[in-house]
């Protein structure tokens, strides 16, 4: 027999250097260069994401970013996507909270032609009336698909029915059937005018570039780019109700999928180190309290895993599991039970050394890509993260200890004020989920 | 494309061993497989080889149930496996310096795994597996389309009749004696392919492969590889209608094809990009963009060795389109493909997509490795990764539309439409 084998010392590895520049317009123009690699990654963000819109007019922000790829002034769609992936390009557009984003990777021998095609596309889009009809009854085509669909449908009636009704991260960011009925291409150019505009925007570029000639080349596409943003909407999420259960009826369903949780904390809050520790001990790698008990011993699921969403404002803690129907209640009071404890005591050294150590180890393993490395410097542009963020990441995650842990699990896991949401078969469940004493019981219909 | 650097190794028990030396992150892929699939599975034991999978994460002789996740991911790596119809891969990409645990973990089960299995244990990744196929078939909105297809495209004697998670029925029958009988026959090194790609040193990683590897005894008494023999086509046009939990309708065309590493399958991987990838793809802009028939559309072709392959492509109905009129659009394009061929433009456009994805594909190391393995495993010819994107570009507009002709035809097709169920009632 071999004893198990001690490993040498660490190459070091550190964050790739990167200039920040801005533009005499107000683009943040960040630049990453990575002299050994044959791809280019360009990411345009722009504060245009979903916390923008109106709330009468949810999905607006989603349906500009996606109306931007389908042509130009100068080209239309077919021409767009034919112009585009004929040179390999294969551009994305799309839309979160708290941003919208462009861009794609591609062989460092077109960053020049896909900055161009990318400049086109932000600043003279098309906005074509029948483009942006058949994008909105895609996404109304897609509300139904979700329906039918156990998991989306869990997600999406978790988000609804944990914050308080006024709350927009509680609707659907991609709109919801009311609000995109009234939705007109109008609407996505006023949008378009008055979020699209360099002084809420960034571009990273990272990979195969000489960072004098990339300046350059953004500043001859992007420089002539006019306007002004409108500061950051303030969201104050708020929870809807304390601890209940919401089952959401699929009849025939042979798994529940369960949604557990709470609020959680903003991108910006002095716990998030800690949170993430905490958070990936629970439920967020393989070796996880959720999952080890959950999956490894009780075998109820493929995977139980749970996670904050931190956005400009807190987003959701949620833990979450896909379990056999006639295990549902024993998996709930398990999953709870897990959220309980972590609260209870702190975790062992040993235990927090794994995952803190983890966290730590696969940090060059996150940045293997171009595209790797220009989403990470998204957070830094989007959240104004200080600069040297990714540089004192691994010392950060390495001070936090099993009292920190156990002080934020005390704060931000909540079990008493958590909503159990779970879609699955009601004539299954109903009765043995009212006499299971988890809270109050609603059962609602899916569509 | 720059090359990727290969070198080959054997150890004396058969372990063939391919090296790929990339030392610009200080970051290393293991990468194993087992030249064992579904396919190798036999009847009343299908899902077996997927079950198995599983119980290797479950401890080996020196490994505790859990650690091999939880060394890895101390050391800061990442790990899976995966089983498909042809093999069953195993994988882990951490931190240069601790290429040895990986090579260490690999070697111990391939070694030792029995003493470790308990039935607990069995009994315990049985339910996960079976919950795993709720998950993605049976729970799943047109989650059984792959398992139907195969079951109808594959004659019931093939060993791609069923699919690789098998039937609930078959689980609850695994015993350890098929875990013992399992690992016995196929999880010997002369069964196996292990590439290291990364940042590592050539002749330390032989020296540590020699340690771990070199001492597991061969199976002198390999199977003979199962009989894929097929007809090249099905003979007639099929046609199932499946009413499922679903909102709009799904058409499901599948044909027989020649296997993966034959030049007719080169040609229909083309053809595959030319008619659903990208928003300038023929399908897309027809039925998506154009006549607004469809939701979505997705063509591609499976890569396996075995007697034939599969030409698949779906489309989504757009509400209040019949199934009828997507089926008949969506055979109109492809006709008008196999008919006047592709344009200069469209093999253009397929090539240069396809460059880009590929070179951002290997821009993982776990990538290159697992390629490697693959190339390997099914053709003995890791250099395959390196002759990739020459042999697609090989394919001319004649070769696209010979293909289609021999293969996409409605004597050799598979309709599988999936309906809402309450319109189907």
């Given amino acids: 027999m071999i004893a198990r084998p001690i490993a040498g010392a660490p190459r070091p590895y550190r964050f790739p250097d990167f200039e920040q520049h801005r533009l005499a317009n107000g683009l943040g123009v960040w630049l990453v260069p990575l002299p050994d690699r044959e791809l280019v990654s360009i990411h345009l963000l722009t504060d245009a994401g979903a916390a923008a819109e109106d709330e009468a007019q949810a999905g607006i922000a989603a349906l500009t970013a996606q109306l931007l790829v389908t042509g130009t002034r100068r080209l239309d769609a077919a021409d767009f996507a034919e112009t585009t992936e004929r040179l390999g390009i294969d551009v994305g557009s799309e839309s979160s909270w708290d941003s919208a984003r462009a861009g794609f990777t591609a062989l460092g021998s077109k960053l020049d032609d896909g900055l161009t095609l990318l400049a086109e596309m932000i600043l003279t889009p098309r906005l074509d009336p029948k483009e942006f009809d058949r994008l909105r009854s895609e996404r109304l085509n897609d509300i139904l698909q979700a329906r039918a669909d156990p998991g989306r449908l869990a997600d999406e009636s978790f988000l609804r029915e944990v914050f308080a009704a ?38 990273v570029i990272s990979g195969a570039i000489d960072p004098s000639r990339t300046l350059a080349a953004v500043e001859r596409h992007l420089g002539g780019w006019e306007g002004t943003g409108p500061g950051h909407r303030t969201i104050e999420p708020r929870q809807r109700g304390g601890r209940r259960v919401v089952l959401v009826d699929r009849p025939g369903s042979v ?47 493929y995977g139980a895993r749970a996670a904050f969403d931190p956005r400009r404002a807190p987003g959701p803690f949620t833990a979450s599991a896909a379990v056999q129907t006639e295990v549902t209640v024993d998996a709930i009071r398990e999953l709870i039970g897990q959220l309980e404890r972590i609260r209870e005591a702190a975790p062992t050294e040993d235990e927090l050394a794994e995952v803190r150590d983890f966290l730590i180890g696969v940090f060059p393993l996150r940045f293997e890509t171009t595209g790797g490395i220009a989403g990470a410097i998204e957070p830094l542009a989007v959240y104004d993260l200080p600069a040297d963020w990714w540089h004192t990441y691994r010392d950060r995650l390495e001070a936090v200890g099993t009292a920190e842990v156990h002080a934020v699990a005390r704060e931000l896991v909540r079990p008493d004020e958590a909503l159990i949401l779970l879609t699955g078969d009601a004539a299954k469940l109903r009765t043995e989920l009212e006499e299971a004493d988890l809270g109050p019981v609603q059962v609602v219909s899916a569509s | 494309m720059p090359q990727i650097p290969i070198e080959r190794r054997s150890l004396d028990n058969g372990l063939r061993v391919v090296l790929s030396r990339d030392p610009r992150a200080p970051l290393v892929a293991v990468n194993l497989w087992y030249d064992v699939g579904s396919k190798h599975e036999k009847p009343g034991k299908t899902g077996f080889a997927h079950l198995f999978e599983h119980m290797m994460f479950q401890g080996s002789a020196n490994v505790e149930k859990g650690q091999h996740f939880s060394l890895i991911q101390a050391a800061g790596g990442t790990l899976n496996a995966s089983t498909w119809l042809d093999r069953t891969n195993y994988f882990e990409t951490l931190p240069g310096h601790e290429l040895e645990l990986a090579l260490w973990l690999e070697a111990d089960r391939m070694a030792s795994l029995l003493p470790a299995m308990t039935q607990e244990k069995l009994d315990n990744q049985r ?66 392919v292990l590439t290291v790609a990364g940042d590592f040193e050539t002749d330390a990683a032989m020296t540590m492969i020699e340690r771990h590897f070199g001492p597991i005894p061969p199976n002198q008494e390999l199977p003979p590889p199962p009989d894929m023999s097929i007809e090249p ?121 396809h460059a880009a994805h590929f070179a951002g594909g290997l821009e993982r190391i776990s990538e290159r490795a697992d390629r490697l393995s693959m190339y390997t495993c099914l053709f003995d010819e890791p250099e395959r990764i390196n002759s990739e994107l020459e042999r697609r570009e090989a394919v001319d507009a004649g070769r696209v539309m010979d293909a289609l002709r021999d293969s996409v035809r409605p004597d050799n097709r598979l309709v599988l439409t999936f309906v809402p169920a309450e319109a189907a009632s």
Avoid: C
Wanted: negative net charge; without cysteine; proline residues 6%.
């Fill in chain 2, 127 to 192: 339910d996960v597996v079976k919950n795993e196929r709720r998950w993605s078939v049976d729970n799943q909105p047109y989650g059984s389309w792959d398992e139907r297809m195969q079951a109808l495209v594959y004659p019931e004697a093939h060993p791609y009749h069923h699919s690789t998670i098998g039937s609930m029925e078959d689980l609850s029958a695994a015993s350890l004696e098929d875990v013992g009988e399992f690992f016995s026959t196929y999880y010997a090194p002369n069964n196996a």
């Fill in chain 1, 166 to 203: 006024d709350v927009p991260y509680g609707r659907l960011s991609a709109g919801t059937p009311e609000t995109l009925e009234a939705l007109s291409v109008e609407d996505a150019s006023a949008f378009h005018a008055t979020h699209y505009a360099p002084s809420v925007a960034d571009i």
């Fill in chain 2, 233 to 353: 086509l099905l003979g007639q046009e099929l046609r199932e209608t499946v009413p499922d939990q679903v909102s709009l309708p799904r058409v499901y065309l599948a044909h027989r094809t020649p296997p993966f590493g034959t030049d007719a399958f080169d040609a229909l991987d083309v053809a595959a990009d030319i008619l659903g990838s990208g928003r300038a793809s023929r399908l897309y802009a027809a039925l998506v963009r154009t006549q607004r028939l469809a939701q979505d559309v997705s063509v591609f072709v499976f890569p396996i060795v075995g007697g034939a392959s599969m030409f698949v492509l779906w489309v989504t109905a757009r509400p209040g389109v019949t199934t009828e009129a997507l089926e008949s659009a969506t055979l109109a394009e492809i006709d008008r493909l196999a008919t006047h061929g592709p344009t200069d433009a469209d093999l253009e456009r397929v090539r240069n997509l």
């Fill in chain 1, 255 to 301: 798994q529940s999928e369960l949604r557990v949780g709470h609020l959680g904390i903003h991108r910006g809050d002095a716990r998030y180190f800690p949170a993430m520790v905490m958070a990936a001990l629970l439920g967020g790698v393989f070796g996880s309290r959720l999952n080890l008990r959950l999956r490894e011993e009780l075998g109820y699921t």
